[in-house]
């Protein structure tokens, strides 16, 4: 089991940025990669970005947040970060960190769906202002 915290959340005008962290506890060894996803009121919870844990920090993004959002990692700290540039009001929503222990198809390398991931954070809040 992979304990994930969230930290970097807040409040922020449109066109700023934002650093958000994943720390991760436990059997984080056996994960196979880890994604970022959001929550606003009223709507699903949306895939944002993806990275695998090992090897190559390969990276998969959402067309709503790509070359707006960076994924990384530092498997020594057993962090993952979304850097958030550019931000907008519609960005405003709780952001969520996952872990996927495990691939699931031989030929499909990034997953973006909310049941593809095995653990979740509790979330962070993140304010836009316009």
């Known amino acids: 089991q992979v304990q994930l915290v969230e930290s970097g959340g807040g409040l922020v005008q449109a066109g700023g940025s934002l650093k958000l962290s994943c720390a991760a506890s436990?059997?984080?060894?056996?994960?196979?990669?880890m994604g970022w996803f959001r929550q606003a009121p009223g709507k699903e919870r949306e895939f944002l970005a993806t990275i695998l844990w090992t090897g190559s920090p390969s990276t998969y993004y959402s067309d709503p947040v790509k070359g707006r959002f960076t994924i990384s990692r530092d498997n020594a700290k057993n962090t993952v970060y979304l850097q958030m540039n550019s931000l907008k009001p519609e960005d405003t929503a709780v952001y969520y960190c996952?872990?996927?222990?495990?691939?699931?198809?031989?030929?499909?390398?990034?997953?973006?769906?909310?049941?593809?991931?095995?653990?979740w954070g509790q979330g962070t809040q993140v304010t836009v202002s316009s």
């Open positions: 996952a872990a996927k222990r495990e691939r699931t198809y031989a030929g499909v390398y990034y997953y973006a769906s909310i049941n593809d991931y095995d653990n």
């Open positions: 436990g059997r984080s060894s056996s994960t196979y990669a």
